[in-house]
């Protein structure tokens, strides 16, 4: 029953966010894995079941005791014994050695309520950034998964399975993107009133293309220019919480803004990015994100948050 | 055989059909319900299993409106019916009224119900404390249920891991935490009271190997709450400790770690989804047998692989943790063990099937709803041997792959099978049947119903959607399926609604329903239909596991009474205690009638727990003692009573005591599986202790100062002593020695006083300050636990002495001094293990 609807649905298994159309190699195995289990399930449902339902509509045959011994042995023991011990063998065989770290490339991903921090490592380099996942295709990447409020659970589906954030703990995850393309991920831990609206945008470049992104990604803030909207930024103290590389380095607390022009979407993926987003966001934060950690500006005057919110779009 | 007398000498008195009226009228007298507002002061269990099950049930309802309010907000994108806050809250409620207050419930309800009935006797050996667990369990239910309309419920998830719930405002992790802690002593009360129900109260000749297999199951049922709840206990008491206290255990930047939650939490939920699915299975042990028209084929196979299941369902706690950064190694056995549970689990299904097979079957409502339940339950089955296997529950975990998962096995492990059960003892609880047209429309909305709505959610779960959203963006290609499922969930809220009408239109009809209506086999459909007060008219003698069908003048010999105890000449309520394997009559035990004790004593402790919820300290305190009065109280008037003649006659040339005290009597073995429950919460905490031990490279801290080692040295020999002197009053009560008795009880008293000022002198003294470091918070959790242990210790022996004094406890009558001797054998023990680990363990790490 499982396996048929599933199948009926092939062509509806896309998505940015499906584990059903695989963009790396982790997804991948375990995509066609789960296909061999639903066949198998399926089979042994309709085999099951048909014997069920004969058993109660046939007229009642000269069975004897050895009879059912036989079928409750053969069918409770020693077929779920064979079956489950070549599923396991096959199963198991793809759980992941974290054993040494092949990867060259290491991205930190911090979980905060409701966002992520993100740095990318590679040699002595360090560059901060947030809410985006950019990845190069068909190399692995090692993720250090980190948090220090609650449990969050960080996972991109297309590329591959999750791992937990756990307080006080570091986990590991290496994954492959194979595909390039812009996927999407979320918090898959119940992390308090805003879960829903813990996700974010994953670019996977094609060879050669991510180490572009990242030298721009390294790059101080694009917009220099003392425009209105970055005085009102600083004035409003905007900076205490939020660093813009190459303007203003003071506040953590908040995601980094250096380029967040060239973001697609907004407060980790709760809006696509644009003017009206923005602005909305700056007003009144928790009408958009309940429970989100940014206090409102509702006190500004609407052209004051337009003149940040164009600032903001500028750094790309 | 209808000539022999119950003596064996002369004629039988049951041939006189005006003796057999004057008894029936005598117990007719003798267990006959209160009127009036008095009414809910009965306690025995036809009345109190029919409360049980019906508010297991309404809030079964509510928690189901709960789920429809999810299935709208979900039905499209961007839902804005509900706030993220209320949804939040909504979810969590859903989940926790499901688990906790129908899914376990549910199964003690129904036991309630009907272990007498199966077992051929009256009652269960303690009917107050079924009706204290109801009301336990009511009170429980409303509080955390009603937390919901001041926007105050818990809003962490059924699971609620910290740090989210712990640095979430509000009182909602409060109340899921007391209000739950509340119902899980419920739920162990209910254990204690049906495993001695099963082992002690079996009719004469019922050999175990005789035993229904729904008394079976409730036996395994029953011993693992006794094992899975305790661990919860224990995390819900750090918990606790931590919300009201600030003491860390769960705060990693305090030496904590919120992974010692998940491990407690888990260790009782995974064993618990077992909990919830045995006893359903255990209910189709019975009907398929009936409607096959032949006995069980395999019933060895049953017993044994129930058992395996209950045994490995401890093994898997993990598999739900597969994605917190296990080790590869925890990976792999977790899953192997995971896949193991099949076995058992498919073996009882074969033994269904091949029932069914060597039987000519009966079609009918409570068979459709099984064949329903073999559909799904597979299915559930299926995804469930696909997700322990950890890769793919990289993927799965935490998405609505797994809400489909969870539903299929609940649903067809649980909520169909009960269907199946409902519809089958219907007739012999009201003596009416239900509509066979309305059971098949029924079963058709919720079968239909329950797959269009979960069905997509395996779907929805691997194209990305994570559990517990309260909204979704579009173009995630999620539309269509979570409509669907929204959709679907209506036609299963149709479904109940149907079994609803269905119920009260029968209801109001007259009781027209023939005894044993499907042609059973087995002992409860010998009862009168509509039932009887007194339940058995006779206690039967067994010789088979289905007596209907194998002895042909079974029902002619009850129905005369030619078993035992067909009489209540000395006007008490009655019933037989047994051996545990042979069932051979040991004791004609004398049960308590309608009583308010049970009630005060559940409302005062609800008191306490409600009051604890919102932190005032001295009411809670105070409430305490009312309740600990109202329980001295009831044990002081109605347990142990010394009977007016100490042997009886009944039936069939038996003569067995009233009186029984040690490990032959209910109350011994009521306390012994109450003490091997408190036991196991209180491993649970040893087990936090060497948790933290595991993952930090010092600990004890090489900079804590710990409770040294005088105070905990000191403390575990006044307990030795306290213990000792204990046991010396039994012995020397046993020979009649009236002053030693009453000196020794007096002493233990002091010694065990004079333990406990000790125990808290250690930490105390060095300063231990429970809030700084989890290491400190632990030694204090560990000492708090034998302190409060201790402490009823204490009030157990002035029991004994008071008792000793007003002349209830006596060389003769010596119960309660058995008892107290037990519950100290325990909290000696764990007294010593605990001033080992505070003040030994800290000498060697």
């Not at chain 2, 859903?94 to 007498?116: C, Q, S």
């Not at chain 2, 109940?496 to 009408?501: D, P, Q, R, S």
């Not at chain 2, 000449?569 to 308590?592: N, Y």
């Amino acid at each position: 029953m499982v396996a048929l609807l599933l199948l009926l649905l092939v062509p509806a298994c896309g998505g940015p966010q499906s584990a059903l159309d695989p963009a790396g190699l982790e997804a991948e195995r375990i995509g066609s894995f789960f296909l061999f289990m639903v066949l198998g399930a399926a089979t042994i449902w309709a085999l099951l079941m048909g014997t069920a339902i004969l058993a109660i509509l046939r007229r009642p045959g000269r069975h004897t005791e050895r009879f059912a011994n036989t079928l409750i042995i053969g069918g409770g023991v020693i077929f779920p014994t064979i079956g489950l011990a070549a599923l396991l063998t096959v199963g198991l065989r793809s759980l992941p050695d974290w054993s040494g770290s092949p990867a060259d490339l290491r991205i930190h991903v911090h979980g905060e309520q409701f966002w992520w921090r993100v740095a990318y490592e590679r040699g002595d380099e360090r560059i901060v950034s947030a809410n985006e996942i950019h990845l190069p295709a068909g190399e692995p990447v090692e993720f250090v998964l980190t948090t220090a409020d609650v449990i969050h659970s960080f996972w991109m589906p297309a590329i591959g399975g999750k791992m937990d954030m756990m307080p006080g703990r570091v986990n590991r995850l290496i994954l492959t993107p194979t595909t390039p393309g812009i996927y999407r991920g979320a918090c898959a831990e119940f992390c308090g009133p805003s879960h829903a609206l813990m996700a974010f945008a994953i670019v996977v470049h094609p060879p050669g293309e991510f180490d572009d992104w990242l030298v721009a990604e390294t790059s101080p803030a694009s917009n220099s220019a003392e425009t209105e909207g970055r005085r009102l930024f600083l004035a409003n103290g905007c900076a205490a919480c939020h660093r813009i590389g190459g303007i203003v380095e003071l506040g953590e607390v908040g995601p980094d803004l250096t380029h967040v022009g060239s973001r697609r979407t907004l407060a980790a993926g709760t809006a696509p990015m644009s003017r009206q987003a923005l602005t909305d966001w700056i007003t009144d934060p928790q009408a958009l994100k309940p429970g989100a950690g940014m206090p409102a500006y509702t006190m500004l005057p609407e052209e004051e948050i337009l003149a940040i919110a164009d600032f903001l779009l500028s750094l790309e | 055989m209808t000539s022999v007398s119950r003596d064996g000498h002369g004629p039988d008195p049951q041939d006189d059909p005006a003796i057999r009226r004057a008894q029936e009228e005598r117990l007719a007298r003798v267990w006959e319900q209160p009127k009036g507002w008095r009414y809910w002061t009965a306690v025995n269990n036809s009345e109190v299993g029919l409360w049980y099950i019906v508010t297991s049930f309404a809030f079964m309802l509510f928690a189901g409106v709960l789920g429809l309010l999810i299935r709208a907000q979900l039905a499209r994108p961007d839902g804005d019916l509900l706030s993220a806050e209320l949804y939040n809250q909504v979810f969590t409620l859903h989940g926790t009224a499901m688990m906790f207050l129908f899914g376990v419930p549910i199964f003690e309800a129904v036991a309630i119900l009907l272990l007498p009935a199966l077992l051929g006797a009256r009652d269960l050996p303690f009917p107050r404390l079924s009706a204290f667990g109801f009301w336990c369990f009511l009170l429980g239910g409303l509080f955390v249920c009603g937390s919901i309309f001041f926007d105050a419920a818990p809003n962490s998830g059924w699971f609620m891991y910290p740090p989210l719930s712990i640095d979430q405002g509000g009182i909602g992790a409060e109340i899921w935490l007391l209000g739950l802690s509340f119902i899980e002593v419920a739920s162990i009360a209910a254990a204690v009271e049906l495993i001695v129900g099963v082992l002690k109260c079996r009719p004469p000749g019922m050999h175990l190997n005789l035993t229904p297999l729904y008394g079976w199951y409730v036996l395994i049922v029953g011993g693992m709450i006794v094992f899975a709840f305790p661990p919860l206990i224990a995390g819900d008491f750090l918990f606790e400790l931590e919300k009201a206290f600030d003491w860390p255990f769960f705060d990693a930047s305090r030496g904590g770690d919120p992974l010692l939650w998940q491990h407690l939490f888990w260790i009782f939920g995974h064993p618990e989804v077992y909990i919830i699915f045995l006893p359903s299975i255990a209910l189709l042990a019975m009907i398929v047998p009936t409607f096959a028209q032949r006995p069980i084929a395999g019933y060895s196979w049953v017993v044994l692989s129930a058992i395996g299941t209950g045994f490995i369902s401890f093994g898997l706690w993990a598999h739900h943790m597969y994605t917190t950064g296990m080790p590869s190694i925890s990976l792999g056995f977790f899953s192997a063990a995971s896949e193991a549970v099949v076995i058992p689990t498919g073996i009882q299904i074969f033994v269904f099937i091949a029932t069914l097979m060597m039987g000519r079957v009966i079609r009918s409502v409570p068979m459709l709803f099984a064949l329903g339940a073999l559909m799904i339950f597979v299915a559930g089955g299926l995804t469930g041997v696909m997700i322990a296997v950890a890769p793919f529950d990289f993927q799965g975990h935490d998405s609505y792959f797994i809400v489909a998962h969870l539903h299929y096995t609940l649903f067809g492990g649980m909520v169909f099978p009960l269907m199946a059960g409902f519809y089958y003892y219907f007739p012999l609880a009201f003596g009416k049947l239900l509509s066979r047209r309305l059971g098949i429309i029924a079963f058709w909305l919720l079968f239909v119903g329950f797959n269009v709505t979960f069905l997509p959610m395996h779907l929805t779960g691997l194209l990305g959607m994570p559990r517990r959203v309260f909204t979704y963006p579009q173009n995630l290609g999620w539309e269509i399926p979570n409509l669907v499922s929204s959709l679907g969930a209506i036609v299963i809220a149709a479904g109940f609604a149907t079994v609803i009408l269905d119920v009260i239109r029968t209801l109001r009809n007259p009781a027209t329903a023939p005894r044993n209506p499907w042609n059973a086999g087995t002992v409860e459909w010998m009862l009168e239909m509509p039932p009887k007060p007194w339940g058995a008219r006779t206690i039967p003698h067994i010789e088979s596991r289905y007596p209907i069908w194998d002895a042909p003048d079974f029902l002619a010999r009850y129905d005369a009474g030619r078993f035992y105890l067909p009489d209540a000449e000395e006007g008490k309520r009655e019933t037989i205690v047994t051996s545990v394997l042979d069932a051979d009559p040991v004791q004609c035990l004398r049960v308590p009638g309608p009583g308010l004790m049970p009630i005060v004593a559940a409302v005062a402790l609800a008191a306490m727990f409600f009051l604890a919820t919102f932190h005032l300290w001295t009411l809670t305190v105070l409430a305490g003692f009312v309740a600990l009065g109202a329980i001295l109280w009831w044990l002081w008037t109605g347990t142990a009573l010394p009977p007016e003649k100490p042997v009886k006659e009944i039936g069939l040339g038996e003569r067995v005591p009233i009186y029984m005290a040690g490990p032959q009597s209910v109350g011994w073995w009521a306390m012994f599986i109450t003490m091997t429950a408190d036991l196991v919460a209180y491993l649970s905490l040893v087990f936090s202790y060497f948790f933290f031990w595991t993952i930090h490279t010092d600990f004890p801290p090489a900079d804590a100062a710990g409770p040294g080692w005088a105070g905990p040295l000191a403390a575990g020999l006044l307990f030795v002593l306290a213990w000792g002197l204990t046991l010396a009053a039994r012995k020397l009560n046993d020979r009649a020695h009236i002053g030693a008795t009453r000196v020794c009880l007096g002493a233990g008293i002091l010694a065990g006083a004079v333990g406990i000022a000790a125990l808290i002198a250690g930490p105390a003294l060095t300063g231990l300050d429970a809030t700084h470091h989890a290491y400190p918070a632990i030694v204090w959790a560990l000492v708090v636990w034998i302190v409060a242990h201790a402490g009823i210790g204490l009030v157990s022996q002035g029991f004994c002495l008071a008792g000793h004094i007003r002349g209830r406890l006596t060389s003769d009558h010596d119960a309660d001094i058995w008892n107290t001797t037990l519950y100290w054998h325990f909290l000696l023990f764990t007294a010593l293990v605990t001033t080992l680990v505070i003040g030994g363990f800290p000498l060697v790490a």
